[in-house]
């Protein structure tokens, strides 16, 4: 059920501040394992779920459900719209993509000047999104204005394609991966008891996880993600920062938070004990909802279990299979190690 749930979930659109869709699907897949849950101001879903044993720390396990988009800023006279990034997205991987626009999911695509239009100058530079626009097809503003506004969501057109013999393709693997886990394991017996909390607003700032990490109040969090990986022609030895096909990521550090070492040093024990790969970021880089959690209230220790993806905030993430299942082995396995350290 691991790899259907993904897609599923990768099939949904749910930008930041919008991840209705992906937690009603959470929340319905979750009804036969619960024990309770609660979804919290900010839209984050909370899950208790009961071990076999009470466990001597709490233990909460995250991952976030929202995903990179755009969002409209304002309607030209021509019908085409301004749009703005919700999250870390570069301008120029979206150009020329097919999106998806507000709730009905209306097809557009994202346009930018021609190229015999542009100077030498505008040649050289990469463009920024005051120069890119959304085409929905819309012929006036007048028109436009009936079946959009500004602050409608525009999302990466869905799809979850095969590559290979082992590998997947699909927007908003990050962090679709980390919710599939989390629901591959509710529906597992677990020696402890855990909290599952599939958090908004990660994207944007980590906001979920700041107001959820206060209100569970864990001693202890595993935190699930994807994680850039670099391991393409021309990025040799430390620049690749990780790799496909090599197991989960276990970070040491990177740029919001330094992860305790005695979780760290354990998850790659479980992974020699398990007999699956494991690998760390060879670069301080990137960040996930750890740098808001390991530092709530009197402070959280605090792991995390990345799969390692290309192409990472673009409509094509590309992730091993092998990887995602390595990853659920993993935080199976920490759930006791976590709360026994």
């Known amino acids: 059920m691991l790899i259907k749930h993904l897609e599923n979930l990768c099939l949904l659109c749910g930008a930041s501040g919008n991840e209705t869709s992906v937690r009603d699907y959470i929340y319905n897949n979750a009804l036969d394992y619960k024990n309770s ?10 899950i ?10 709490k233990l909460m396990i995250s991952a976030h459900m929202d995903e990179v988009g755009l969002i409209i800023t304002y309607i030209n006279d021509d019908g085409t719209m301004q749009i703005a990034p919700v999250g870390g997205i570069e301008p120029s991987v979206v150009i020329g993509r097919p999106v998806v626009v507000g709730n009905d999911n209306i097809n557009g695509v994202i346009g ?11 040649r050289q530079k990469l463009p920024s999104f005051s120069e890119l626009y959304l085409d929905i097809g819309a012929k006036s503003r007048e028109e436009a204005e009936s079946i959009v506004s500004p602050g ?4 990466f057109l869905p799809g979850f394609d095969r590559m290979g013999s082992t590998r997947i393709r699909s927007k908003a693997l990050d962090d679709r991966i980390g919710c599939a886990i989390m629901l591959q394991l ?14 908004v607003q990660e994207e944007v700032g980590l906001r979920g ?12 969090c595993i935190v699930l993600e994807a994680t850039t990986a670099a391991d393409l022609a021309g990025a040799d030895e430390d620049s690749r920062v990780c790799s496909l096909g090599k ?4 970070p040491f550090m990177d740029r919001s938070t330094i992860y305790d070492k005695k979780l760290y040093d354990a998850a790659f024990s479980e992974c020699r004990r398990l007999g699956i790969p494991c690998q760390t970021k060879t670069r301080i880089a990137g960040g996930n909802d750890s740098g808001a959690i390991h530092v709530s209230r009197g402070g959280v220790r605090t792991v995390s279990v990345s799969a390692p993806c290309r192409y990472l905030h673009s409509p094509s993430c590309v992730a091993d299979i092998a990887d995602i299942e390595n990853c659920c082995k993993l935080t199976r396995a920490m759930i006791e190690k976590a709360v026994e350290i």
Do not use: C, R
């Not at 509710?186 to 958090?199: G, H, I, K, N």
């Open 209 to 220: 996880a700041k107001a959820a990490a206060y209100s569970v109040n864990p001693d202890v």
């Open 48 to 57: 208790e779920k009961k071990g076999i044993k009470s466990s001597p720390k």
């Open 37 to 46: 849950m609660t979804i919290d101001p900010l839209g984050s879903l909370i």
């Open 186 to 199: 509710l529906s597992e017996q677990l020696p402890y008891d855990v909290t599952f909390a599939f958090l």
């Open 247 to 250: 197991g989960p990521v276990v």
């Open 112 to 122: 930018a000047k021609p190229i015999h239009l542009l100077s030498n100058e505008q």
């Open 152 to 155: 409608t969501y525009v999302h």
